[in-house]
Structure formats: structure tokens, C-alpha cells
């Protein structure tokens, strides 16, 4: 499953695409459950921002991604993951 929200306005905002992408059975080379969150602005080498949580998702969660101030915040049933 993956979530992503793009901005086509690379000039006003931070990042430009923003990622949940959860892998229940691993994934990248790594063992799963997990679920990455990624912001990037372009496709220029080293432009990314991973973070990678180990843990599962069965059933249903409310996933949220926050962009306000230059400050983005992703997180699951209320719980921060991370923020950039």
C-alpha cells in the first residue's frame, strides 16, 4: 500500500511529494512489516528523506501528513512518526 501527496509548485514549498509506503512482508533488502515515510523535492541524488518504522498495520488506522510552517509531521492513530 502506498499513500502520496505531490505539490506540482516546487518554488513555495519544502518537498515537493510526500510518501507513507507500508510493507507488510519487507521490502528495500529489509524484513517487514514496515512502513517507510519519505519526502522528497526532485529526483536530484540525495533530495529524500526516509524514515522506516518496523511495525504492522492489520486492520484499520487513520494515517495523517501534515505540512504547515515548513515543518512536515507524519503520523498513524495519532501518533507521531516523524517530522521534517
Same mark, same amino acid.
Given at each position: 500500500?502506498?499513500?502520496?501527496?505531490? !505539490?506540482?509548485?516546487?518554488? &513555495?514549498?519544502? =518537498?515537493?511529494?510526500?510518501? =507513507?509506503?507500508?510493507?507488510?512482508?519487507?521490502?528495500? &533488502?529489509?524484513?517487514?512489516?514496515?512502513?517507510?515515510?519519505?519526502?522528497?523535492? !526532485?529526483?536530484?541524488?540525495?533530495?529524500?528523506?526516509? !524514515?522506516?518504522?518496523?511495525?504492522?498495520?492489520?486492520?484499520?488506522?487513520?494515517?495523517?501528513?501534515?505540512?504547515?510552517?515548513?515543518?512536515?509531521?507524519?503520523?498513524?492513530?495519532?501518533?507521531?512518526? !516523524?517530522?521534517?
Amino acid at each position: 500500500m502506498a499513500l502520496t501527496l505531490c !505539490s506540482p509548485d516546487h518554488g &513555495s514549498w519544502k =518537498y515537493s511529494e510526500l510518501d =507513507y509506503e507500508y510493507m507488510p512482508n519487507g521490502g528495500w &533488502s529489509r524484513f517487514g512489516p514496515r512502513l517507510d515515510t519519505t519526502s522528497w523535492r !526532485s529526483s536530484v541524488q540525495g533530495d529524500r528523506v526516509r !524514515s522506516s518504522h518496523p511495525m504492522g498495520l492489520d486492520g484499520w488506522h487513520t494515517m495523517a501528513i501534515t505540512a504547515v510552517g515548513g515543518v512536515t509531521t507524519y503520523s498513524v492513530d495519532g501518533q507521531e512518526l !516523524s517530522q521534517r
